[in-house]
């Protein structure tokens, strides 16, 4: 079995380094600098006991792959953009091929779906940073992250067995699961307070506005019928499996959309965060305007290239309100 990684940035980057590293074939799909870097120097992965070079091969669309039908694409692209990713897929790799989306939101799998009949979905808890050409951070150890696996929209087989144990043997530890999108909405709640964070700093996390959107999102999960795993079921997986270190005396900055914001990439994955709760609200007639107003704060700071951390929790309560400055 060979993994495809299809986005190798600060997850699939960390994911991809260790497969190979642990033995796997492995293949990255990167672009622009960072996929020049990976070519040139290999793909640097930097963690608490130092760094490791990775000499993985990397191209820049699937159609430069060699593809087999047991090939397993590990998409790990921000969910903006999946669909571009899915139909690149689609043109050129054989119909029987796996997805398993490495993805934060819950909106990937049914994309894929659409497209590939065998999908698979992935929760990630991994604190990864990508935000230097050619280099990925992986911040826990002794364990990388956790990434349960299970088919979409439900149930195990021997491919996500198979995934499993080798990510397992790769630095990570991986649970097959049948009902894995439980745990998949109950990591969206609570990647509800990314943008937070990218605003405001880490401190954002635990604000009112962040603990307004959690609100929010379960009374839309209640009134849509989603049942999602509870927060001691999360504290539970969890344990003390994440150490988070500093890595070469830099604590890490932030997650996935602070990373965003710092790169200037120019869009954010929101609208598949909070976005999905607005539009869960929208369809079952329940409120949601702080998740709303989340939106827009994003597309403010993608917009204007804003510093990570430039606004307070204060300033986006009174834009609840006040609405969201040009």
């Excluded at 799998?109 to 659409?114: F, G």
Aim: hydrophobic fraction near 40%; aromatic fraction near 4%; charged fraction near 25%.
């Amino acid at each position: 079995m060979r993994y495809v990684v299809y986005g190798a940035g600060a997850i699939g980057g960390v994911v991809g380094g260790r497969l190979h590293q642990h033995g796997h074939d492995v293949i990255l799909l990167a672009r622009g600098a960072h996929l020049d870097a990976i070519r040139t120097n290999g793909l640097r992965v930097d963690d608490v006991d130092g760094r490791v070079v990775v000499r993985v091969d990397a191209v820049a669309t699937p159609d430069e792959i060699d593809w087999r039908d047991d090939d397993v694409v590990l998409l790990a692209v921000k969910s903006q953009d999946t669909v571009d990713a899915l139909d690149a897929l689609a043109a050129v790799a054989p119909p029987g091929i796996a997805i398993a989306c490495v993805q934060n939101g819950v909106a990937n799998e049914r994309a894929a779906l659409r497209r590939f009949t065998d999908v698979y979905a992935v929760c990630v808890m991994c604190p990864a940073t990508h935000l230097e050409p050619g280099v990925v951070v992986a911040s826990s150890s002794p364990i990388t992250g956790l990434l349960d696996i299970g088919r979409y929209p439900h149930g195990i087989d021997d491919r996500a067995r198979t995934i499993a144990g080798a990510l397992s043997r790769s630095t990570f530890e991986s649970v097959p699961r049948a009902d894995v999108m439980r745990w998949k909405y109950q990591k969206l709640l609570m990647n509800l307070a990314n943008v937070v964070e990218a605003a405001c700093g880490p401190e954002g996390r635990a604000s009112e506005v962040a603990k307004l959107a959690t609100r929010e999102a379960l009374a839309c999960y209640a009134a849509a019928g989603i049942d999602c795993a509870s927060r001691d079921e999360d504290r539970a997986r969890r344990g003390d499996k994440l150490q988070l270190r500093d890595v070469g005396g830099r604590p890490r900055g932030g997650g996935s959309t602070w990373q965003s914001l710092a790169r200037g990439t120019g869009a954010l994955e929101t609208d598949y965060l909070n976005g999905e709760i607005v539009l869960l609200g929208r369809l079952h007639g329940v409120p949601t305007p702080v998740n709303a107003l989340l939106q827009r704060v994003a597309r403010r700071l993608a917009r204007t290239n804003a510093t990570p951390g430039s606004v307070t929790p204060d300033e986006l309560l009174s834009w609840a309100s006040g609405g969201v400055p040009a």
